[in-house]
Every structure is written in structure tokens, then in C-alpha cells.
């Protein structure tokens, strides 16, 4: 059985992808889509060999499917996540037609978009950035949320994360959607972090997010607004608690997954 190697060309050559192919056998260059390039190899357990290389090497790189017959499952496994009415996210080897398009290949860090707890403080990015915020995403992952709400208008945003692999996911994901010159990435726990932010989103488990609540607020700006997700409706009561100095609005839903969305306090 053939195998297939799907292949986002990213900011390197197809030239240098295929010098790795030529030293590994047959292939043949199926179709390019943009610079989605997929190749055809004589086994599956070549086309996952080449992936791992092409990866260790920097490249967007999946084991595309074998036939026609796992193609429809392939394409929606991969097919890319809407965001409002304008923007899809998507892995680097799958084409959209949005009029933002998001591209994130997640690597060893954690956010593809797609999870609905990713999805909730994706909608509340494209509705409430309206030009000009500074944000601090708090384990940022893959950086989606990082790099999604500087496409969405932000000027500046912060990603930090103790995973030090995902960071470079992260950073990669910026350079790929040309944002890195106005996002950062940093290993570094919150109460690290200097200044205050119009927008902080954090997108984590319900006991860590109330550990962090005195430290998520300490970086709110007065005028900015907090999201917090990752929880299930029954840790809402409780992770409000943690929150006194916020006012929230209706808990945003989506499957099993909740999210809150809140301002300061006005005294």
C-alpha cells in the first residue's frame, strides 16, 4: 500500500523538502495547493518515516491519507475551525477561503483551536478586539489564542507557558501567520510578569485558574476585560468566588465546556 506525505512548505523551498525525499526512495509530487505540497511514497511506513524527518527538520509535515477510501475521514479530522463569520483556524497543510485564516500546527504544545474551551475565548477575541489592545494569553500553548488576537487587531500579545517546547511551537506559529513582531513568548510564571494588559485570557484548569485569580486581575488594566476558560459549568460558582474584584457577564457554552467573560469592578 502507498503512503502519502502532506507538507507545508512554510518559509523553506519545496526544493530543500524534496532533497530530503530524493535520499529515501520513490515518490511522486501528487498536487500543490499554495504551498501545501502532497507526495505520494511507496509505503506507509515510509510516509511516517519522511513526516518525522521533515519535522525535526522544521517543516509542517502529516501523514496525509493512504486512499481514497480514508480521505473523507482524513479531510475532516483536519478540516479547519470557523471563529465568527470571518476567520477560520486551520493546520498549515489544509487549505481556507476565510478572510482570516489562522494557521497553527500545534507541535508538542497544546491548542490546535478546534477544543471548544479554545473555540470560547476564540468568539470573544474576534467580537470584543477592536484595534490597539495589548494581551496576555497565560499558558498560551501552541500560542493560538496569542497569535489569533494580534489577527484580530490586538497591536501587541503575550504568551507565556512553563512548557519551553510549546513555546517554540508558538513562536514558529507566529513567524508562519507574520505576527512576531508584535507577540512575545516567555517561560516565566505570571507573577513575573511586569505591567498591565487590556485584554488577559486564560485557557486552564479551574483549580490553577483560582490559584492565579489575584495575579490574573493584577495585570487587568481598569478598562480591560478578563476570559477565563477551561472549566465545566459546575466549577463556574466556585471560580467566580475566586474572582470578588470581577463583575462577569452569562457564562459563554459550548458541549461540555464554559467559559467566563468580566470586567473590573467599579467602586
Known amino acids: 500500500m502507498t503512503g502519502q506525505v502532506v507538507v507545508a512548505a512554510d518559509e523553506c523551498s519545496l526544493a ?17 495547493d499554495r504551498w501545501v505540497a502532497r507526495y505520494e511514497v511507496r509505503d506507509e511506513a515510509l510516509a511516517r518515516k519522511l513526516t518525522a524527518e521533515l519535522r525535526n527538520a522544521g517543516h509542517p509535515a502529516v501523514v496525509g491519507p493512504p486512499d481514497e477510501a480514508r480521505a473523507v475521514a482524513w479531510e475532516k479530522r483536519n ?3 470557523p471563529v465568527g463569520r470571518r476567520a477560520e483556524v486551520c493546520f498549515p497543510w489544509i487549505g481556507s477561503r476565510a478572510e482570516i485564516v489562522i494557521e497553527i500546527d500545534p507541535g508538542v504544545g497544546f491548542g490546535t483551536g478546534d477544543h471548544p474551551s479554545t473555540r470560547l475565548l476564540l468568539e470573544e477575541l474576534s467580537s470584543n478586539i ?10 498560551c ?3 493560538v489564542l496569542t497569535v489569533a488576537s494580534v489577527c484580530f487587531g490586538a497591536e501587541r500579545a503575550i504568551g507565556i507557558d512553563i512548557n519551553t517546547a510549546g513555546l517554540q511551537a508558538a513562536e514558529t506559529n507566529a513567524r508562519r501567520n ?6 512575545e513568548f516567555f517561560a516565566m510564571p505570571l507573577n513575573e510578569i511586569c505591567g498591565n494588559y487590556d485584554v488577559v485570557i486564560a485557557n486552564i484548569h479551574d483549580n490553577v485558574l483560582r490559584e492565579m485569580a489575584n495575579d490574573l486581575v ?4 481598569p478598562n480591560g476585560w478578563i476570559g477565563l476558560s477551561g472549566v465545566s459549568p459546575g466549577q463556574l460558582s466556585r471560580l467566580r468566588g475566586a474572582f470578588p474584584q470581577i463583575v462577569f457577564e ?4 459550548m458541549e461540555d465546556w464554559s467559559a467566563l467573560i468580566g470586567r473590573r469592578q467599579i467602586e
Open 16 to 32: 530543500d523538502v524534496e532533497e530530503m525525499f530524493g535520499a529515501a526512495g520513490e515518490w511522486q509530487l501528487l498536487r500543490l
Open 141 to 143: 500553548g501552541s500560542g
Open 250 to 253: 452569562e457564562p459563554r457554552m
Open 130 to 139: 477592536t484595534g490597539n489592545e495589548s494581551v496576555l494569553d497565560v499558558g
Open 79 to 81: 478540516r479547519p475551525t
Open 178 to 183: 507574520r505576527v512576531s513582531d508584535r507577540t
Open 218 to 221: 493584577a495585570r487587568l488594566a
